[in-house]
């Protein structure tokens, strides 16, 4: 008869991913003629727990490099810009708050799909993808099996050997004559 033991243990108990397109706009000194380049730097972010939700904090550096007076001249504008996401992912077993770890991974890092000029503004757009773990104390239930197996008679060869020399040996092997 089996009988059953409970393994407290660390698991992922949720997950989920989500993509990210958002819009932001900066305003520059000269008009720009066009923007020849956008990239993203420096990208950091936390996750926690919040009222049932997890908040995704993070920020990165967007530098656009344009030119203006007619393709003449160049320049790099740089904007810091921080981000603030709350997302819902479901979790399969309830477990105390206290005990969560909340794990965030960039699977996209942040990049710039589009950047258009509009006047004295630089408008563009960012996208990025997230996946979300929640790990926390579950337990798991085993089986215990309470009846032992047989221990298995253990011959040395050695002793099969000594047997074999006591019956095939004569003790008598001189004789005189």
């Not at 066009?34 to 530098?63: A, P, Q, R």
């Not at 981000?83 to 979790?91: A, I």
């Given at each position: 008869m089996a009988s059953y033991k409970e393994i407290v243990t660390k698991a992922v108990i949720g997950k989920g991913k989500k993509?990210?397109?958002?819009?932001?706009?900066?305003?520059?000194?000269?008009?720009?003629?066009?923007?020849?380049?956008?990239?993203?730097?420096?990208?950091?972010?936390?996750?926690?727990?919040?009222?049932?939700?997890?908040?995704?904090?993070?920020?990165?550096?967007?530098?656009?490099?344009?030119?203006?007076?007619?393709?003449?001249?160049?320049?790099?504008?740089?904007?810091?810009?921080?981000?603030?996401?709350?997302?819902?992912?479901?979790?399969?077993?309830?477990?105390?708050?206290n005990t969560k770890d909340i794990i965030v991974r960039s699977l996209k890092q942040p990049s710039c799909t589009s950047a258009k000029e509009n006047g004295k503004t630089i408008e563009f757009e960012i996208e990025k993808e997230l996946g979300i773990e929640i790990v926390g104390d579950t337990k798991v239930k085993i089986a215990i099996e309470e009846d032992e197996d047989p221990w298995d008679i253990i011959s040395d060869e050695t002793d099969d050997i000594d047997k074999q020399i006591d019956n095939e040996v004569k003790e008598n092997f001189i004789e005189k004559e």
């Open positions: 993509y990210y397109k958002n819009n932001y706009s900066i305003t520059v000194d000269q008009e720009p003629t066009t923007v020849l380049g956008c990239w993203v730097i420096n990208h950091k972010f936390k996750g926690y727990e919040e009222n049932n939700k997890i908040v995704i904090t993070g920020s990165f550096d967007v530098n656009i490099w344009y030119s203006y007076d007619n393709d003449t001249k160049t320049t790099v504008v740089s904007k810091p810009i921080k981000y603030r996401e709350v997302v819902s992912v479901n979790q399969k077993a309830t477990t105390d708050a």
